[in-house]
Structures are given as structure tokens and as C-alpha cells.
């Protein structure tokens, strides 16, 4: 065979070859377009600068497209996303924030194609010089939570300035955190390092350490990769910094339970908030959300969730309430804060001026129905109504004191004699109060009659005075319940022994029996 034959077989050969074609069908910006505007542009805007009809009401903002500013990545600090990163974003949602996590609502090829939609909104996508590329990430070393490998994650922490920010104890409250602001000028919340599961990037050790290298671009959140370059720290100290950071937040994301179980004990209650006795007692996590329903709404509340705890000795019960707030409220070094955050976020529909920055207390308001229910009904979760008022206990941090009494809406309470006792220690950006009453009192037709072994329904509120919270600016939680638990019949830990002893006692007898009975046998047969 000639060569000029040789090389005509090949290449017929080689056609006949399917080449690897990608399975993914191309994008569609236009099918993208309308995923964005049925989905996305009511919060990011028709032209994708973040300027939605609802986008007044959120903390923090939308993200504006038209800029390419992306704080979620996996590359360089002001380098473009890649369309991994996009898609991560799309389909895992953004915690923390309004944005959803689309995977699961939206096909695989709708997401895609509003990716590729999201991306004609800035011509920095269309530059072909630039060259986008994700970062080269090291493995997390072993021994993340040994005491010698968070105590060097702590020092870091303290060297690179981690808690100018997010303060000593990772709250959000360091001395800068009321001076922040994003790139468009929008006030700007400190993370919460005690709350992994709102971290928008992912809330392990892995996803804090890239957040680490790459920073939040758009934030004061900076990237400290070049600190590693410049040799002032390894790629192993800025691991065991985010593996400190991920020891201050719960080793996994509360789960919401609709019991808090208050077991009864020896002796009196704790009325400290700081009694050793709180550290032997469950936690259960409750989250809040804005008031929307009456104006003034309100979208963004601080307070995003309450830990309770409950005991009782069969008189008095004492309810223990912490919660996290970045300032104890009124605080002078907020207002300027508070009234950025007034200044951002919409109220109600009608957008009347932004109301003046005050100096607002924080507050916490616990809510039981007037009456244990015998059935499933339960009075209005927003603080009752007129003809159907709910009992509430109500603290606020300044003055210090607590009351009770009886809301009829929002706009109405009043308070009747019998105040719980409360006692309430503020402690680097958390809140921890007590509450106590007896069981029952005088006044049944007002005050609930707390009952062991009764399900009373029990529901929070919270208002953070420094983010401009009072009135119906607060957080809400829907209706949870209460359980008195009865202390335990020493017949329930006596009868199960007793029956084993009895068991044990008829199986001695009876092998006693057969072996009588073998040896009478064994006698005969000689």
C-alpha cells in the first residue's frame, strides 16, 4: 500500500470515529430570559443591577449583575466567578440572604440557562482576555479540633484582625462592625461565626477556608491569600484559623423540634441565667422571621433565632431564653448604624420617609394562650386579637424588668400584676435570660395555668433596638409547644427488675427440675 493510500485509510478510519461530545445541551439566553424574569427579576431587577420591586425590603441587597461583583467564588480576589460558582450559587441558594436554592424547583437546563442569561448583563463576561480560573486549594490537615490546633486557629484570629469585625468572641460585634457598609454604600452585617448554617459560602471548615483565600468581594471581607504569599502565615495556619472559626458554631445545624420538654428536678429553679445547672438541661433552637403581616413590616430582623430551655421542680418553672445581638441595645455607637439600616430597608408598601434613627431597647416577648386548648386551637400567632387576647411575659433591657400580661394585637397590651422574676446577663454579643412563675396562680382566667404532662403551646418574639426594631418591626415565631415533664414512678425502674428477678428465678427452677429429673433417670437405667 502506498503511502498516499496508507493515509486516505486512516483518515477514513478515523471519521467513522465518534468524537467525545459534551452531553450537556447548549445554553439558551433566551429561555434564560424568561427563567430570570419569572424567578429573578422581581428581586434583581429587569436590567440585573439589584433594584427589584422587592429588593427595598432585604438586608443585605441583590446582587447587582451589571457589575460582575460576585462574594461567592472559588477564584482570585476581583477575578469573575466561573460558571461552577454560578451554578453553585443557583442551585444551592445563598443562606443568610433571600436568595433560594433553585435546584429541585427549577430543571437542570432552566438553571443553566439563566446562568448564561445572568451573564449578558455585564460585558466583563464577554472579555476574552480574561482568563478565569478557580484557585488551587490545599486539603484540610488533620487535627482541626484538637485543643493545640484551634488554640493556633484563635491566634490568627487575633493577629489578621478577625475580631475588629466579628469581635472576641465571633458574634459580629467588634469595634468596626458598626461603621460597615458594602461596596454600593448598604449597611452590612458582621457574619455571626456561632451560626455556620447561615454562612452564604457553606458552613464547613473547607468552605470557610476558601472564603478565606478568596474574600467577599464587594465587602470589607478581605481575601488573605497574599498574607500566605507574603509569608506571614502558612497555608496550614490559615486552615486552622477556619477550622477555629467552624468550633464556635454548633457541631451540626440546630434542628427545629416542637417540643421544648422542661424535665422536673430536686430542689429550686435556677433563676441565674449563668447557673451550672442550664449546662445538664437540652437546648432547643427556634427560629424567627420578619413581621410581615401588619405595618410597619419588617423584612430583616437581627434576631434570627432563639435558644430555650425549661425546668421545673413541680411549683415554679423557669424558662431560660439566650439569644445572639450584636450590641446591647440602646447603644450611642449604633445610631448611626441603625439609621443606615432604616434608611435601606422598606418598612411597608407606601415607602413613606424612613423613620429617625432612636435609641431603641432590646426585647424579648414569650406568648402562651390564656388556656391550655383541649384540641388543636390556638389563638392568633400575632399576638391574639381583641376578642381573643394571648398571655404574654415581656422583658426589656432597659429599664431592666420584665412584665405580663395580655396583648389584643399588636397595638394593644396590657399588663396585669403577676410579672415573672427575670434575670439577665449580656455577654460578647449574647443575650441569656430567665424567667420564672409559679405554675399556677390566683388569676386563672388570664394567666395560664402551666400543667405537667399538658402540651402548652408557647411562641417568641425579638426586637433589636439597634437595627431600629420596636413596635411591629420585630421577629416572630410561629406556636411551639411545652412540656412539664412528670418525674419518674420509681415503679417504672423497680418493675423491670422485680420482673427480671422473677424470670431469673423461674429459669433457676426449672433447670433444677431437669437436672432431677436426669439424675432419677440415670438411677433407674443402672
Known sequence: MTASRAGLALFLALVRVPFPVSRLP???????????????????????????????HMLPRPRNFTGAIYK?????????PTDADLMRAIDEGLPGSAMPAWKGRLSDA?????????????????????????LKFSSEPSG???????????????SIGCRKCHGDQGRGDGPSAPTLKDDAGFPIFAADLHQSWRFRGGGSAADIYRRLRTGLDGTPMPSFSDL???????????????????????PESPEVRDVIHAPQIAGTVPVSPDDSVWGRVSRYWFPLVGQVVRKARWFAPAVTGVWVQAVHDGHTLALRVSW?????????????????????????????????????????????????????????????????????????????????????GIERF??????PAGQASFDHGEWRLVLTRALATPDTANEVQLEAGRAIPVAFFGWDGSSGEHGSRMAVSTWYFLALDRPTPPGVFISPVLAMLVTLGLGLVVVRRAQRRGTVRAGRQR
Open 26 to 56: 447548549a445554553q439558551d439566553t433566551t429561555k434564560g430570559k424568561a427563567v430570570y424574569v419569572k424567578w429573578c427579576a422581581g428581586c434583581h431587577g429587569d436590567g440585573g443591577a439589584g433594584d427589584g420591586t422587592a429588593a427595598g
Open 72 to 80: 461567592i467564588r472559588t477564584t482570585a480576589s476581583g477575578q469573575l
Open 110 to 134: 432552566e438553571r443553566r440557562d439563566v446562568a448564561a442569561y445572568i451573564k449578558t448583563f455585564s460585558s466583563f463576561f464577554a472579555d476574552t482576555s480574561q482568563h478565569v480560573a478557580p
Open 144 to 158: 482541626g479540633t484538637g485543643a493545640t490546633a484551634l488554640k493556633t486557629g484563635r491566634q490568627f484570629y487575633d
Open 228 to 250: 500566605i504569599d507574603q509569608k506571614f502565615l502558612t497555608d496550614e495556619q490559615l486552615w486552622r484559623l477556619a477550622q477555629y472559626v467552624r468550633s464556635l458554631s454548633p
Open 324 to 408: 445572639d445581638d450584636r450590641t446591647q441595645s440602646p447603644d450611642s455607637a449604633w445610631l448611626g448604624f441603625e439609621q443606615r439600616v432604616l434608611e435601606t430597608v422598606a418598612g411597608d408598601d407606601s415607602a413613606p420617609p424612613p423613620p429617625k434613627a432612636e435609641p431603641w431597647p432590646d426585647q424579648l416577648a414569650v406568648q402562651f394562650p390564656r388556656h391550655i386548648p383541649a384540641g388543636t386551637e390556638r389563638p392568633y400567632f400575632l399576638m391574639g386579637s381583641e376578642t381573643d387576647p394571648v398571655y404574654q411575659w415581656r422583658w426589656t433591657s432597659r429599664p431592666r424588668r420584665s412584665v405580663a400580661g395580655l396583648a389584643r
Open 414 to 419: 396590657d399588663t396585669l400584676p403577676g410579672a
